[in-house]
C-alpha cells in the first residue's frame, strides 16, 4: 500500500518531493519492488506538476532509490543494493545525523582501507605544492583553539582531502569529496565531544607526524600513522556517538 501522500507547500518543490519520497523508501513505508502510482496521480496527491515529479524520480533514480522503466512505471529499490554514494547524505538527513552502528562501522571499515593507502601513494608521489599546503593546514590547525571546534572540524577534512590529493590517484579524492557531509558530521561529534581535551592534540600531533613522513617520502611510516590516527579516532568517536 502507498502511504498517504500530503500536499507539499514549501518554497523549493522539487527537494520537497524528493525528501518525502526518500523518507518514505527509507523508513521501509514504500518497500523495495512496490510499483509507484502513476505520475499523474502522484503529483495530484502531493499537489505538483508531472514535470516537478518527474524532476525528483530522475534525482530518485540517480542515487539508486528507484527504477524509472518505460511503459512499466517506476518502482522502488533495494537502495542497500542499488545505491549510490549520493545516498549517504540522504540517509543522514533521514536519521537526522545520526547512524546506525553497524552502517559507521562500515565506513569506518572503508575509510582505515581506503586512506592508509591515500597516505602511502601521497608519500611515494607528493609534490612540492602538496607539501606547501599540507603545512599550511598544520599551521591553521595549530593556530586554532582546541575548545572551539569548528574550525578544526574543517581543517581536519581539508588535511585528509589534501592527503588524497597528494597521493595523485585521480578518484580517492572524488570519493572523499562525495562522503563530506557524512564525515564532517561524524568528525564534528568527535571535535565537540572532546573540545578542550588532550584528545584534540593528539589529533594535530599524529597530523605533523604523517606530513613528516610524507615529506620524507617514507610511504610505510605514512601509512602506519595514517592508520595509528583512524583507529585512535574511531576509539574515541565511539565514544562519542
Request: with cysteine; proline share 4%; net charge negative.
Amino acid at each position: 500500500m502507498t502511504p498517504t501522500l500530503q500536499p507539499l507547500q514549501v518554497q523549493s518543490l522539487k527537494q520537497a518531493c524528493v525528501a518525502r519520497l526518500e523518507e518514505f523508501i527509507l523508513s521501509g513505508a514504500l518497500p523495495a519492488g512496490e510499483r509507484l502510482p502513476s505520475e499523474r496521480d502522484l503529483a495530484a496527491s502531493l499537489n505538483i506538476s508531472r514535470p516537478i515529479l518527474h524532476e525528483a524520480l530522475v534525482d530518485l533514480a540517480s542515487k539508486g532509490l528507484v527504477s524509472i522503466q518505460p511503459r512499466r512505471g517506476v518502482f522502488v529499490n533495494d537502495f542497500r543494493v542499488n545505491g549510490s554514494v549520493a545516498i549517504l547524505s540522504s540517509l543522514m538527513s533521514y536519521q537526522g545525523g545520526q547512524l546506525a552502528p553497524a552502517f559507521i562501522d562500515s565506513l569506518m571499515e572503508m575509510r582505515l582501507t581506503m586512506e592508509c593507502d591515500t597516505a602511502r601513494l601521497a608519500a611515494e608521489r607528493r609534490r612540492q605544492e602538496h607539501l606547501e599546503r599540507l603545512h599550511a593546514l598544520l599551521a591553521r590547525e595549530t593556530a586554532a583553539s582546541i575548545s572551539d571546534p569548528e574550525d578544526l572540524i574543517e581543517t581536519d577534512f581539508a588535511f585528509h582531502l589534501e592527503i588524497a590529493l597528494a597521493s595523485g590517484n585521480q578518484v580517492y579524492p572524488l570519493i572523499i569529496n562525495s562522503f563530506k557531509s557524512v564525515y564532517t558530521s561524524l568528525t564534528g561529534q568527535f571535535f565537540h565531544a572532546y573540545a578542550g581535551t588532550p584528545v584534540l592534540v593528539e589529533v594535530s600531533k599524529f597530523h605533523h607526524r604523517l606530513v613528516q613522513a610524507v615529506e620524507k617520502q617514507d610511504s610505510a611510516q605514512a601509512e602506519a600513522v595514517m592508520r595509528e590516527m583512524l583507529v585512535h579516532g574511531e576509539v574515541h568517536l565511539k565514544g562519542a556517538v
